[in-house]
């Protein structure tokens, strides 16, 4: 299972570039997540690791191996498609079964590997059946059986749970997280969805408009996002987001807005007083902010609810802030009224200061 | 009436100038036809001064050699420009289907042959096939290779070859639609899978686009059958009877040898063929519907 490297990916179509050098490394086992909005590159990524599309520039390694002149067949990858892309034609069994009877394997050994992949996947009822005569759900496994089935060091996911509906994508997450425990193998996946991402990753990869945006543990990311994009990104409710200017006050330094201020850690402070600039965008997120009446001066702040949505143990408030809109979670037996004007405490470490030109991380 | 049984006329009434010009137009014909196969009819009488004779035109059409022949040749003919259109109809499309630079401009040319009236193209071979001064002849004694008397000594070859070349088009066209309609993930998927440029045609596209050509074949294989501009010109159905295919030997049975009531018989004989392959046409797209009825009904149990 070697480990894959991708140095200075370029795609470009005619004099569009679309993307501008990945440089990636991906460790040995490891689930790596390609996440973004759609059009930021990840689903071309993830084809010219397959070979499905060529490289503009750059090189793709495998090992010591570089693949980017290699046929897809000869990369040593399986792929799970959005779409399935099962073979319409074939029963489950034959679908599951067709590259390694393109490869002539024994019979005995191509039915033993099938029988197994289908009882982990609980396909086994399902073998004599065609693609047309089975639910989204089933069919998303037979294309997962069929990557089984292959033996391939490398697994590539291309967004495998979009089509299913909400629940079943749920279902299908949580099987794909017990599949990666006992399945050793490098896997590349892409999807747009942030909760596949933060559930699934090992390493999560944040791309955006052809670039890589930050790489790292989903805790990494959440904790310390590299910029605004990859704050907003990751987490729902997405972060907050309030324009503020930084001052001095007793030897604090403050982050002040419309109808807040708000003192920041020592750390935070620290980096924030050598900045040339006094502007800066300070991002909460909604989970970071704890209904508190007496907050001190400094630690919290006054927010007017305007609607609360209720979904279950959780409550999700959205509030004016001065001009601004501020979402807060907070559990659902809190006391609250709409129109109320509520006090909220600021937990520290949930402060993000970004500079507003550039989006990066203070 | 009331207005429930007005509404369920409606698509009746709507059908029904059609189905008045059908009926005269395709089954008044068709029912004299039948009626005139059963009496000995020449063209000089009209149908009411003519002879009952039962089945005696078909009994005589059944001990016909000429009449054998005829079926014969029609049998080699059709099949064999069904084949060759389809093998080169379709691999045309498979070596086709790809984005070069003035692809578009290739494929209006390919399908040129198809537009041009079968009267032309009989005169164009029969030019192109001519002994001393046609091009095919010509070409050959450039390269050093001998003459070959196309129309004399291999004329059922000869009417083939143009048939071929009119009508391959027809299946080159059908089969690049079908081979673009398919799904675009299923043949990167068996890419991946480690099939061949070959095991993807034969594994994968062949067996997806076979619906479509099973409709192409049964419908070349009806119009086959019918054939005449192109070798009533080519040839006129000879030499001999090497060329006389069905529909030729009813017109000259009807107007040379003055028998409109076996011509009729013969018609009929033709038309029983052509409805067999029709309906199997029928069937095989009803079955279609039914499985994908089927498959749809399948989905919606299981959400």
Redesign the interface.
Known sequence: MPPIRLEGLVKRYGAVEVLHGIDLDMAEHEFTVLVGPSGCGKSTTLRMI???EDISAGEIWMGERAVSNL???DRD???V?????????MNVAKNMS??LR??KRPKAEIDRKVRDVAEMLGLSPFLDR?P?????G?RQRVAMG?ALC?DASTFLFDEPLSNLDAKLRGQMRAELALMRQSVKKNMIYVTHDQIEAMTLADRIVVMHGGHIQQQGTPTELFRNPANKFVAGFLGAPPMNFLDAILVSQGGDLMAQGKGFALRLPPALAARATKLAYKQVTLGLRPSDLEYVPDAPEGAGLNLKVIVSEYVGAQSVLICDCGDARVTVEIKSETPIALGETLRFAVRPEGLHLFDPKTEVAI | MTRFSANRLTPYLFAAPAALVMLLALFYPIGYMIWGSFRAWDPSQSITETEFVGLANYARLLADPAFHESFWVTLVFAFSVVSVEMVLGVSLALLLDRKIRGMSLLRTLFILPMMIAPVVVGLVWRYMFHQSYGTINRMLEAVGLPKVDWLGQNPLLSVIIADVWQWTPFIFILSLAALQSLPRSALEAARIDGATTMQQIWHIKLPLMAPVLIVTLLLRLIDAFKVLEVILVLTGGGPGLQTEILALRIARTAREFRELGEAAAMSNMLLMLLMVLTLGMFAFTRWQEARARRLRFTKEEEG
């Open positions: 397959a070979g499905l046929d897809p067949k990858i399986a792929m498609f959005q779409d399935y892309a099962l073979y319409p034609h067709f590259s393109l490869q065609k047309g005569e089975l639910s989204g089933q069929r292959r």
